[in-house]
């Protein structure tokens, strides 16, 4: 470590800086979205066996569960444009411009060119626990997914039901793709019931027990037509470790609601961004 020069306090000092103010973002529309919700009809459900992964498609405008139903459990959740899958959900982006856990009200944004909202988050029933001692929150976009390639590196292993490998074989047998190609479309997740933070002292990225419970969920509103991806973490409740068998684990259960006809007619899918893709040429 070098010395600290003589004004290091000073610079430490500095005040932060908020780099994407996000007070002109459009506002969901959540009453209108909250009143569709009261009447609509649930039209389809997908149950994500424990250290495995399942697709399951949304239309716009309609709303999707994510339930924990046995145990405490988390998810790594995907999302594409159904009728383009390399428009993807941008964690980075999302994080960004929400912070690094989200919650009601916030957006999962999508990837480059497009940028639009893909989902809005209308319900958590975690949204009490906001941000602990630790630093640790729930709902986090600061994670990737575990994954089979960092558990050769740190461990010398070939486990195969990480969530990433998960993701992989779920999106192949949807799409009827070879795992390769699959592979090049999964992407950065929001960690579903996850929680997480940074160390203060390190600066790691840390996970503990998800304070998640059966009949706890998180629901979002669809924004555009989706295709989404569901991993059911083999870390179980991430209390102590994922990527091997070890963590009791549970599956998770997806549930799509369409709304009544009418309820939405305020409302409008979002057109793809509006930059004009010259880039000073």
């Not at 995907?78 to 993807?88: A, I």
């Not at 009601?104 to 893909?118: A, L, Q």
């Not at 549970?250 to 799509?256: C, R, S």
Request: aromatic content about 8%.
């Amino acid at each position: 470590m070098t010395n600290a020069p003589t004004d290091a306090a000073a610079r430490r000092a500095i005040a932060p800086v908020i780099c994407y103010p996000n007070e002109t973002l459009p506002k969901p529309p959540l009453d209108l979205y909250r009143a569709a919700r009261e009447t609509a009809i649930k039209t389809d459900e997908v149950l994500v066996p424990a250290r495995d992964a399942r697709c399951f498609t949304a239309p716009a405008g309609h709303f999707v569960r994510i339930s924990s139903v046995e145990g405490p459990q988390v998810g790594d959740l995907n999302l594409h444009s159904l009728s383009d899958v390399t428009e993807r959900f941008y964690s980075g982006k999302t994080r960004a411009l929400h912070g690094t856990h989200i919650t009601t009200g916030e957006r999962m944004w999508s990837s480059f060119p497009h940028m639009r909202p893909m989902a809005t988050i209308t319900e958590d029933t975690l949204s009490w626990y906001g941000i602990d001692e630790f630093g640790g929150s729930v709902h986090d976009v600061i994670g990737t997914r575990c994954d089979p390639y960092t558990g050769n590196l740190l461990a010398d292993t070939q486990y195969h039901h990480c969530c990433h490998s998960n993701l992989t074989r779920s999106l192949a047998d949807h799409l009827g793709v070879s795992l390769h190609e699959a592979e090049t479309l999964v992407h950065d997740v929001l960690n579903v019931f996850m929680c997480t933070g940074f160390t203060r002292d390190t600066g790691q990225y840390f996970m503990k027990a998800s304070p998640v419970r059966p009949g706890d969920y998180l629901e979002f509103f669809a924004e555009i037509d989706l295709l989404g991806n569901l991993s059911a973490c083999p870390g179980g409740d991430c209390s102590s470790e994922h990527s091997s068998d070890t963590a009791a684990c549970h599956p998770l259960l997806v549930e799509i609601f369409a709304p009544e006809d009418g309820t939405l007619d305020a409302w409008c899918s979002p057109a793809a961004n509006q930059y004009d893709g010259s880039h000073g040429r």
